[in-house]
């Protein structure tokens, strides 16, 4: 059984920079595919970005390319996302996700079977 914890959220003014981390435990020798997915109030939940735990692939949503960099630490077994050039857009609650298996070419909410409570992250500007 898969449990996942987020760390790293905060406040920070527009242009600095934050490192999220999701610590995973029941992820022994199993492939999933790990993501970070954001929600502003009143906003559906959207992916960020993903990462296959088995060829290493990676998806970032269009608006954070360039910007945020998603990894993975299989001896630790954290997956962290470095988020750089903030924008107040990117104010939101940001989730950890995980689902067995291969990832799509796409991050799809509704796919992913585990879930973290959330860390949030506000940009002022």
């Known amino acids: 059984q898969v449990q996942l914890v987020e760390s790293g959220g905060g406040s920070v003014q527009a242009g600095g920079s934050l490192m999220l981390s999701c610590a995973a435990s029941g992820y022994t020798g199993s492939r999933f595919c790990m993501g970070w997915f954001r929600q502003a109030p009143g ?5 960020v970005a993903t990462v296959d735990t088995g060829d290493s692939r990676t998806y970032y949503a269009d608006s954070v390319k360039g910007r945020f960099t998603i990894s993975q630490d299989n001896a ?12 107040p857009e990117d104010t939101a609650m ?32």
């Open 43 to 47: 906003k559906e939940r959207e992916g």
């Open 76 to 87: 630790k077994n954290t997956l962290d996302l470095q988020m750089s050039s903030l924008k």
């Open 94 to 125: 940001y989730y950890c996700a995980a689902d067995p298996g291969w990832c799509e070419s796409r991050a799809r909410a509704s796919a992913f079977r585990y879930w973290g409570r959330g860390t949030q992250v506000t940009v002022s500007s």
